[in-house]
């Protein structure tokens, strides 16, 4: 235990009381930069942390590291490993007390490989390099060093980008009785995988074993997952093309294909990766439905509407049946593309796999039907809304309305109104500013009158630019409409006072 050192000054070497090499170390041991990426959970972000352990955790941020020894002393508390295990999970922000608390523990039991691990863990993330190799050596005369141990070392040494000190520790790990076997190998892989931007760093690991080690298909999965995160597709084809002459086709790396699937679609390479699952299919290798799901979610980010159909034609192909979030996904996107012909298509066959349309399905279409000017189309798509209880929105409504008028259809736009009117369609200014110049624009003033006089006394607001053009139109004809107008103007300022 007194190989825990916290006031250890020198960077280390060479351990004289076992002959091991350790990388060294040029931070120092008293004032630790610790790694901005991690931001280190504390005894006041765990509500269910216990009491004990809660006191003990206090008394190792408010007490001098000095006097934590003898404060835990006087508390009468035993150190369980499950308490121990604990409070150094919580005692990241503060390494040095971590020590102290971890030294106390140890004095009255043996401590468990566990706790241990979480000591080099705190000291490597703290960057107290000098100490975490005390503990790795004291470890290894206990004999409980393993991969873990390492592990935590890899990603301390990478988060600290320290990379070199990272291969030196593959590199003695034997020395500690730790195997450089392919686990390890993955282990550092995953590291620098996971870092970002880090990858040729990784290649360059590899480089260096890959005549000692052999890499298996978990090595591969690692390495797409980590050109998926730098979105390097050249370099991923490289690395799938290698794993499948290695190891083949085969259902258990599924997972990987998706990776570089998904890959290939995100970097704009859909036409190549539908060829590679064309050949997955003929190898009995499908991909799943969550794949198929995470593709078409990025085709429509990238509004490739021709691509996600072809997506969506192998999908069904192969027995997977689309749900209702993706059938809304392409309609959406067939008619952010104004391919209404195939929305319809699309729209039709949903009942036959399982997925009914809901107003969100009905409202994108009838929003397309609306902006391409299908003036028929909207009028009996409207009445299908209205039997199959989706109707539209108030927003689709008003734009409705004011393209029906546009396009001599006021009657089917009067339908929409008043449909709007009798069933609560709120809310209704919108559509009835755009009813009362729709009917004004027709010259139809009488009927402007009436519906107007009805929306005021429901209190639906008529906007002043609405008024201001009702004025010029009924101020054309003679004085009788002068007069009407003036009295509904006059009803109006009333309403909206």
Same mark, same amino acid.
């Given at each position: ?8 000054? %020198? ?70 490993? #499950?308490? !121990? %295990?604990? !409070? ?37 993330? &703290? ?37 070199? #000190? ?15 076997? +392919? ?7 995953? !590291? ?16 260096? +074993? ?40 085969? @259902? ?5 294909? #998706? ?19 064309? !050949?997955?299919?003929?190898? &009995? ?30 999908? +069904?192909?192969?027995? @997977?049946?689309? &749900? ?9 996107? @067939?008619? %952010? ?22 107003? @969100? ?61 009798? &069933? ?74």
């Amino acid at each position: 235990m007194e190989a825990i050192d916290e006031n250890t000054n %020198n960077s280390i070497k060479v351990s004289a009381r076992n002959q091991v090499i350790i990388p060294s170390s040029s931070s120092t041991t008293t004032s630790p930069s610790r790694n901005p990426r991690t931001r280190f959970s504390t005894y006041y972000d765990v509500p269910d942390i216990s009491p004990t352990a809660r006191i003990i955790c206090k008394t190792l941020v408010h007490a001098s590291p000095d006097d934590i020894e003898s404060a835990l002393s006087s508390m009468g508390i035993v150190a369980t490993h #499950e308490l !121990v %295990n604990e !409070v150094l999970k919580l005692s990241y922000n503060s390494p040095s007390s971590a020590v102290n608390f971890f030294r106390w523990a140890g004095r009255g039991q043996k401590l468990l490989p566990f706790a241990w691990n979480l000591m080099v863990d705190i000291l490597g993330k &703290n960057e107290m390099f000098e100490q975490m190799w005390d503990a790795i050596r004291s470890m290894k005369q206990e004999g409980i060093l393993s991969l873990a141990t390492f592990a935590s070392v890899f990603d301390s040494y990478c988060g600290a980008c320290r990379y070199n #000190e990272a291969f030196m520790s593959f590199d003695v790990m034997s020395m500690y009785g730790v195997e450089q076997d +392919v686990v390890a190998v993955n282990s550092i892989l995953s !590291v620098f995988c996971r870092e970002g931007k880090q990858m040729m760093k990784a290649l360059e690991f590899l480089d260096k +074993v890959k005549d000692s080690v052999p890499l298996d298909v978990d090595s591969f999965a690692i390495l797409l997952e980590g050109w998926d995160k730098e979105g390097n597709v050249v370099e991923a084809k490289k690395t799938f093309g290698d794993m499948v002459a290695q190891f083949g086709w085969s @259902l258990q790396h599924i997972s990987s294909y #998706e990776t570089f699937l998904t890959m290939l679609v995100r970097g704009g390479q859909t036409v190549e990766a539908l060829k590679f699952i064309r !050949v997955m299919i003929e190898k &009995n290798c499908l991909p799943g439905f969550k794949f198929f799901s995470n593709a078409l979610e990025i085709l429509v980010k990238q509004n490739d509407s021709a691509n996600a159909v072809m997506l969506w034609d192998i999908m +069904v192909g192969i027995d @997977l049946m689309p &749900n209702l979030i993706m059938y809304n996904a392409l309609i959406g996107l @067939l008619c %952010n593309n104004n391919d209404i012909d195939k929305a319809f298509q699309f729209l039709d066959e949903m009942v036959f796999h399982g997925a009914f349309p809901d107003s @969100l399905t009905y409202n994108m279409i009838f929003k397309c039907l609306i902006k391409n000017k299908r003036v028929h189309e909207v009028g009996n798509f409207f009445c299908e809304m209205i039997k199959n209880e989706w109707p539209p929105t108030h927003l689709n409504c008003a734009a409705a309305i004011s393209m029906l008028f546009d396009c001599d259809e006021p009657e089917t736009a009067i339908e929409i109104w008043n449909y709007m009117v009798d &069933n609560g369609i709120l809310p209704l200014e919108e559509s009835a500013n755009a009813l009362l110049i729709g009917l004004r624009n027709l010259r139809r003033l009488s009927e402007v009158r009436r519906f107007a006089e009805d929306m005021l006394d429901r209190r639906i607001v008529v906007y002043e630019v609405t008024m201001q053009k009702l004025k010029n139109a009924f101020y054309k004809e003679n004085r009788s409409m002068r007069d009407k107008y003036d009295s509904l103007a006059r009803k109006w300022k009333t309403v909206r006072i």
